[in-house]
């Protein structure tokens, strides 16, 4: 994009920069650190596709320094503009190369080629920003692990195929953190959780 004519794409981002990146960077850690729990992300506004939640994320987590990918649907002029020019993050054409990347349902299906980190630097997997129409309403499955006290009962509204995809690129310590995203509300996943099936909740 012509970064001359960049500036008609632009939207305001927080009322308050410092003060609603703090408190939505909170939320964010509050909702990974209680795998399965609905936490209040509402600061900043819808941006084109991206919901309030979505673009809070966006805002709160990603600089000069976390390359991100996009998903087709969110790959527009003005969501390109407002995060290079609020965020200062480069967007990568390549998976491999994203720290982040902006997903919609549509591309939950198949999770390869994003780095799920190594034994020796884990920290340097990418991290999914998921952006659903609701956070409930799908199959109720149990979660188990840090931050959760036994089981949660979680029912995100993605197919089979995301979890079996998360399977195949989880070797913990290495793995893939999410943030699934819908209208003022996020909900996180770290690869410490272990999603469970039913023959596994009676085991």
Same mark, same amino acid.
């Given at each position: ?76 002029? *003005? ?56 956070? *409930? ?14 089981? @949660?009962?979680?029912?995100?509204? *993605? ?5 079996? #995809? ?7 310590? @290495? ?8 209208? #003022?509300? *996020? ?17």
């Amino acid at each position: 994009m012509n970064a001359v004519n960049s500036s008609q794409w632009l939207q305001p981002a927080f009322n308050d920069p410092v003060l609603d990146a703090q408190a939505s960077f909170r939320s964010a850690l509050k909702a990974l650190a209680e795998p399965g729990s609905v936490q209040p992300l509402a600061r900043a506004l819808a941006l084109d596709k991206l919901a309030p939640a979505t673009y809070a994320l966006c805002l709160a987590f990603l600089d000069g320094d976390t390359p991100l990918w996009l998903a087709p649907h969110f790959d527009s002029p *003005v969501v390109r503009a407002n995060l290079s020019f609020h965020c200062g993050c480069p967007i990568v054409s390549q998976r491999e190369d994203a720290l982040f990347a902006l997903l919609d349902e549509s591309e939950l299906a198949d999770l390869s080629r994003f780095e799920h980190g190594s034994e020796r630097y884990p920290d340097q997997s990418c991290t999914l920003l998921i952006q659903l129409p609701s956070l *409930v309403g799908g199959p109720s499955l149990s979660w188990r692990g840090p931050g959760i006290q036994e089981l @949660r009962q979680v029912d995100l509204p *993605v197919a089979d195929s995301f979890w079996q #995809q998360r399977t195949a690129r989880s070797a913990f310590p @290495r793995g893939l953190d999410a943030f699934f995203a819908a209208q #003022q509300q *996020v909900l996180g996943l770290p690869r410490s959780t272990q999603v469970l099936n039913i023959s596994q909740e009676h085991a």
